[in-house]
């Protein structure tokens, strides 16, 4: 596995990400405050375990492959997903505050709050992207087995979600309400996201190779 430094690095920048508001986590608020912590948890489990073994399996899989074809595409995959990084904070601060609103939703079944869950992460093309964008930057070849090192990141990513959204599922009715009254909490989350993307992003492409070392040095 990657050096304790950048487990940590990758622990922060992480934690991060994930408190930062975006579409599944508006779902589960809207869920929870519309139907309560159970219908929000049960999209939590479709969001994180349906999805997040559909993403995890195709991006160790997928990223294994073309990295076993062609050795390069490691690091030109960091490169473009420094690039990603700075795009992604970039329109996050322009967009911040733009759309505050929780989504009204109608009563639904136990099954159909998973299936909606899954199918809010499966068709987000982002989730997958950023995967893609943020596990490899974390990566280093001379540290054991590419796709172990995938599996367990990308592992612990879908882990930290279970964490950020099942607080949010838990306490939706009161933070749903809260947030409804105070958006600028909202947009100054994604604008200190934004920050920290580009600057990581920033940190990515200048450095060559991520916050890991090459295997060759």
Do not use: C
């Amino acid at each position: 596995m990657p050096s304790i430094e950048t487990f940590i690095t990758f622990l922060l920048a992480l934690t991060l990400l994930e408190i930062s508001p975006g579409p599944d986590m508006m779902l589960t608020i809207a869920r929870g405050v519309g139907q309560g912590r159970r219908i929000a948890l049960l999209t939590v489990l479709g969001n994180v375990f349906v999805a997040g073994f559909v993403q995890v399996s195709f991006l160790v899989l997928g990223l294994v492959t073309v990295v076993h074809a062609w050795p390069v595409a490691l690091d030109l995959l960091r490169w473009a997903g420094a690039a990603y990084l700075m795009w992604l904070g970039i329109k996050m601060i322009a967009t911040s505050g733009t759309d505050t609103r929780l989504r009204k939703t109608a009563k639904i079944t136990d099954w159909n709050a998973v299936k909606e869950g899954a199918l809010n992460s499966l068709t987000n093309p982002k989730s997958l992207l950023f995967m893609f964008a943020f596990l490899p930057q974390f990566v280093d070849p001379a540290a054991g087995p590419v796709w172990l090192q995938l599996l367990v990141l990308g592992s612990i990513q879908k882990l930290a979600g279970i964490v950020s959204l099942g607080s949010v599922a838990m306490a939706s009715g009161t933070f749903g309400n809260w947030l409804g009254k105070h958006p600028g909490f909202i947009k100054w989350q994604e604008r200190f996201t934004g920050v920290v993307m580009i600057g990581l992003g920033i940190r990515m492409l200048f450095s060559g190779s991520g916050v890991v070392s090459k295997s060759a040095s």
